[in-house]
């Protein structure tokens, strides 16, 4: 079992950037493919971006490919999301979760573990 705690969340305007963070404990952090979502008031949750454990391989949504990048430290046991060029549309909760099994990790029924939520909130 892994715990993961999310972390670099706040409020900043648009057009500027945040780096969120995710570590994970309790078990081998390399073992996992991780992955971030998100979840807008009133919205269901939605995928943001993955990575695989190895950290060669990543997926990103549509709109998040050229201003996002996941990232992961495996000595660190840390998985990050850098988000630049944020819009208003980009608030939201944001979650890290981790997953077992191969897939493309696109869907939140994929993960077996998560974080506790970070709250970004983008300002016009």
């Known amino acids: 079992q892994v715990q993961l705690v999310e972390s670099g969340g706040g409020l900043v305007q648009a057009g500027g950037s945040l780096r969120l963070g995710c570590v994970a404990s309790?078990?081998?952090?390399?073992?996992?493919?991780m992955g971030w979502f998100r979840q807008a008031s009133g919205k269901e949750r939605e995928f943001v971006a993955t990575?695989?454990?190895?950290?060669?391989?990543?997926y990103y949504k549509d709109s998040a490919k050229s201003r996002f990048t996941i990232s992961r430290d495996n000595a660190k046991n840390t998985v990050y999301l850098q988000m630049n060029s944020l819009k208003p549309e980009d608030t939201a909760v944001y979650y890290c979760?981790?997953?077992?099994?191969?897939?493309?990790?696109?869907?939140?029924?994929?993960?077996?573990?998560w974080g506790q939520g970070t709250q970004v909130t983008v300002s016009s």
């Open positions: 990575i695989s454990r190895s950290g060669r391989s990543t």
């Open positions: 979760a981790a997953r077992t099994e191969m897939g493309r990790g696109i869907v939140a029924s994929e993960y077996d573990y």
């Open positions: 309790g078990s081998t952090f390399d073992r996992y493919d």
